[in-house]
């Protein structure tokens, strides 16, 4: 199937990157725009900086400048789980959304002054929750003069600069544009250019100027975002955009920043500080680069971090080049922290310098909703629940996820069969039609899945929560042994036949973190069984044993077409294989096939898609895992 190509974005960014020049090279004095609150009351303070302390140059701090700053906010406002239809909760206490991130940003303006506090946000703002599935495809904003929800509430808070996230290319470049043309602050991102030249396709950077005691002071805000944008969303940017790396485009953007007066040079970088790429080597510059950038490019005073979901309060990495320590903070996903970073600058011989330099995070569970913020996504929150409360069919046995880290479930059988009969259908009439149909699908929360009984839009959404794409890929017998030896790694190596499953699966990845449940895929056929062992004894890579599919052991050179997921697809967690001839790529949420299947069909009774095609053993012996 083909898809109308959107129009190329250049002509409405040159526009914008005129807009940004505006802003770059005669910023208004930045004062009052931002509201002044009461005192923050009973919000976790933190105290105003003591000028001199935590010293990054030399002399005593005259000027304190606090840069406020969110990430990852996925269109999450209230403190809500859309997939429960409850207010959210979890473990550790934590509190989400906008909203309450919101009430932290306007205590501090008030306790630190409004015309010395910048906000910024580092990115991934308009996908991730059923937010922003509904405002891109049930009730879009393209065209239709509808307000992004996440535009009247970011508008309200008063943002002074936000950067793109790999997530905002999720719904196509059109819908993006949509977005910035409805807010009232620049949307900044130096590094996602025009096709194949060389020219920022949105703005680059901003400067804002603070009044203080001793004069104007400039700050350049700058946008960065990890070029894995280029393969996660090649469907949605091929042809359009392309994306250097960080640390190279910061050595062109951050002079030209500097050029423009800026005194001090903020960077929102939507990229980790743990070095490393989901995707390795498929692209030459790495997907997590905050601390090359702040090593590597001269000039960065401060840097707020995103993509990693990640908690950093304070990091203070030395640049490589003038030892000159640079800021780093990462306030938690979903709007949970609010990252404070202050910096003492001085004037010396008459130019500023920051001198000293502290960052910590605001706890959002400590914070009421703010009106304004609430008053502005209300509408929206009603329709979202409404749609995701709108039944579409009912299920004959319930379907959980939790054990689908290690067991056969039919959850994940679910997914797998609606995935594999979408493609073959819609491979009915290509030159592919009658070959055989493998799927990969993994479990995204354990908590999710399908109850017994009446299902609605919201119990799909729980069962596949990413807004991923389905893709096929031709595939072989080689690729289906190597793939699933890969998947195996996320075991632990296990010589027992009792085991806990927090004993048995997680494991370190290369880059010393636990696997995450999402990098175990389950792979399954749809026109016959594939059956294997995952002996979890044996060490990394032979592991996969018994593979076989129809019941004969499983030729190398078989033909298969392989549903998958465009982010798998596109490189994320560097799985193998995947870079055989694309089949079918329809741009069409995996969870919107599953919901108009479950909608065609009614009843849904597991008889029909699942079977137990695979097991752990411990060197041959079935291995049983317990909660």
């Not at 399908?450 to 729980?462: C, D, I, K, W």
Request: proline share 5%; with cysteine.
């Amino acid at each position: 199937m083909t898809t109308t190509p959107e129009q190329p974005p250049t002509a409405a960014m040159r526009r914008r990157t005129l807009l940004a020049s505006a802003f770059v090279g005669g910023a208004a004095l930045f004062t009052a725009s931002c509201s002044r609150e009461d005192g923050p009351g009973r919000i976790g303070r933190t105290p105003r900086p003591t000028a001199g302390t935590e010293g990054t140059g030399s002399g005593e701090a005259t000027f304190t400048l606090t840069v406020l700053g969110t990430t990852d906010l996925h269109s999450y406002v209230l403190n809500w789980d859309y997939f429960k239809d409850a207010e959210f909760s979890d473990d550790d206490g934590n509190h989400i959304g906008l909203a309450k991130a919101a009430t932290l940003i306007k205590a501090m303006r008030a306790e630190r002054g409004a015309a010395t506090t910048l906000t910024i946000d580092a990115g991934d703002t308009i996908q991730g929750s059923p937010v922003g599935f509904y405002y891109a495809r049930i009730e879009p904003i393209v065209g239709t003069g509808t307000v992004h929800p996440l535009a009247a509430t970011m508008n309200a808070v008063g943002y002074d600069a936000v950067a793109l996230g790999n997530h905002e290319f999720n719904y196509g470049v059109d819908h993006l544009n949509a977005f910035i043309e409805q807010v009232e602050f620049p949307v900044l991102c130096a590094n996602a250019l025009e096709w194949q030249t060389t020219t920022s396709a949105y703005p680059e950077y901003v400067i804002k100027e603070v009044e203080t005691p001793e004069g104007v002071l400039k700050v350049g805000i700058v946008g960065l975002v990890t070029p894995g944008c280029a393969i996660w969303d090649k469907a949605n940017v091929e042809n359009k955009l392309s994306f250097n790396g960080i640390v190279e485009q910061a050595k062109i953007t951050i002079p030209k920043v500097k050029a423009e007066g800026a005194d001090v040079v903020i960077v929102s970088c939507h990229s980790g500080s743990n070095q490393g790429s989901s995707y390795g080597d498929a692209l030459p510059f790495p997907e997590n680069a905050s601390t090359e950038l702040a090593e590597q490019v001269d000039g960065i005073d401060a840097i707020l971090v995103g993509h990693a979901h990640a908690e950093i309060p304070e990091q203070k990495i030395a640049n490589l080049t003038t030892g000159k320590e640079v800021l780093l903070s990462e306030p938690y996903f979903w709007g949970r922290r609010v990252s404070v970073m202050n910096l003492g600058l001085a004037k010396q011989d008459g130019a500023w310098g920051v001198v000293s330099s502290s960052a910590s995070l605001l706890n959002a569970n400590t914070a009421e909703p703010d009106a304004d913020v609430v008053a502005a996504f209300n509408d929206a929150h009603g329709k979202v629940r409404g749609y995701i409360n709108s039944a579409i069919g009912t299920s004959t046995a319930a379907m959980p996820l939790a054990a689908a880290r290690y067991s056969d479930t039919a959850a994940i059988d679910l997914i797998n069969y609606v995935q594999a009969h979408s493609v073959q259908k819609a491979l009915a009439a290509t030159d592919v039609a009658g070959w055989p149909v493998l799927s990969i699908a993994a479990a995204f929360i354990r908590e999710g899945g399908l109850p017994a009984g009446e299902l609605t839009v919201r119990n799909a959404a729980s069962l596949y929560t990413f807004d991923n794409t389905l893709n096929a890929v031709k595939f072989t017998g080689a690729n289906v042994k190597e793939y699933l030896e890969f998947s195996a790694a996320y075991f632990k190596q296990v010589d027992a036949t009792e085991v806990a499953a927090d004993d048995l699966t997680n494991a370190d990845g290369p880059d010393g973190r636990p696997i995450p449940d999402y990098n175990y895929d389950i792979m399954g056929g749809l026109d016959a069984p594939l059956t294997y062992d995952i002996d979890v004894a044996k060490p990394v890579g032979q592991r996969i044993a018994n593979l076989a599919y129809d019941g004969q052991p499983l030729a190398d050179d078989a033909n298969f077409v392989l549903a998958v997921n465009n982010y798998r697809a596109g490189g994320g967690g560097n799985f193998p294989g995947l870079d055989g001839e694309v089949v079918f790529n329809e741009q069409k949420e995996i969870r919107q096939f599953i919901i108009e299947w479950v909608a065609e069909q009614k009843t849904i009774d597991p008889a029909l898609f699942h079977t137990v095609d695979w097991r752990i053993v411990s060197n041959g012996r079935v291995v049983s895992v317990t909660a």
